[in-house]
């Protein structure tokens, strides 16, 4: 199985039908995609892999190589309850935490906050998109996911998964979903190791080639889509060849928003099914959507059904 590619270039001309219908697919059954054609700057996000890898090579490996989980992994203790990954997060929305990073050069704070402030309006596009193809309004997910701020929350999981000697042993990162909105990810270009389980089967996510940003869909998403839109169970396996490099910018809702399925997704509910009879005797041959929002109209006191 493949998994959708988005192409961003024909949203804008007589193909954007098919662009938006395929990424109602991928939000509906796979939970994931790739966008190709973002306008994101590829220079940029070549220096921001190299800056990262360098960064890791300077402060993070050899502590990493001497860490708790690297001893378990030599001695072939019990390894299920580890991830063999090297983290740091940055904070950029609300507000951010770069510069209190250690040993963080001024050339990656700023090089990490040309490519936030250009994969951000990547971000609000496809929240923009995916509110379009739900029926919502347009800003439906931005505000949801901004509550009483100014915005939604933004922040970048850093991490590698170093060589590993018994990549058999231990996980990258162990299976799971991710809690938040919008996952942005920039990836390894050479090292494999991402998996999505789709359909009973864990499905391998290629290297991104051509400067593709993979997408998936979090927790918060399936919430507010009433469940059409689905987050999906991930993984990172381990590789002994190589070192992969994952950098995830999470579109999330800031702490104090209130999420819940949008009204205008949910089916009626608390109704007089007497009620619901006497609609439907006047419309029984007519669509039933418009039933069912006579019905929701009603319980939330909009209006009287027709007798």
């Known amino acids: ?22 990424l109602h697919e991928a939000c509906e059954k796979w939970g994931c995609f790739m966008v190709e054609n973002h306008e994101i700057d590829t220079q940029l996000m070549g220096k921001v892999k190299q800056l990262i890898n360098a960064y890791y090579e300077e402060n993070l490996k050899e502590s990493f190589y001497q860490s708790e989980i690297a001893k378990r992994l030599e001695k072939q203790q019990n390894t299920s309850d580890i991830d063999w990954e090297s983290t740091f997060f940055i904070w950029h929305r609300p507000t951010s935490n770069i510069n209190e990073i250690s040993n963080i050069s001024q050339e990656l704070c700023q090089t990490m906050d040309e490519y936030i402030a250009q994969l951000l309006k990547l971000g609000e596009k496809l929240s923009e998109l995916m509110s379009e193809n739900l029926g919502l309004e347009k800003d439906y997910i931005k505000k949801a996911f901004s509550g009483n701020g100014e915005g939604p929350a933004v922040g970048t999981k850093v991490a590698k998964y ?3 000697p018994r990549p058999e042993l231990v996980r990258g990162l162990r299976e799971h979903t991710d809690a938040g909105g919008i996952i942005l990810l920039l990836q390894d270009d050479e090292v494999p190791g991402l998996e999505f389980f789709k359909d009973g089967k864990w499905v391998e ?8 940003i993979f997408v998936n869909t ?12 689905r987050s999906v169970v991930h ?11 994952s950098i995830a910018t999470f579109y999330n809702p800031i702490g104090d928003a209130i999420i819940s399925p949008a009204p205008k997704l949910l089916y009626p509910s608390n109704f007089r099914y007497g009620d619901y009879l006497k609609l439907y005797g006047s419309t029984k041959f007519g669509e039933k959507a418009p039933r069912f929002e006579s ?13």
């Open 1 to 22: 199985m493949e998994i959708p590619v988005i192409d961003f270039s024909k949203l804008n001309g007589d193909k954007r039908g098919d662009a938006m219908a395929l």
């Open 162 to 164: 170093p060589q590993c």
């Open 205 to 212: 996510i290629p290297p991104s080639k051509n400067n593709a």
């Open 218 to 229: 979090g927790d918060q998403v399936e919430v507010l889509s009433n469940g059409l839109y």
């Open 235 to 245: 993984r990172v396996m381990p590789d002994n060849n190589g070192s992969r490099i």
């Open 295 to 307: 019905m929701k109209n009603m319980i939330n006191g909009h209006k009287i059904i027709p007798a």
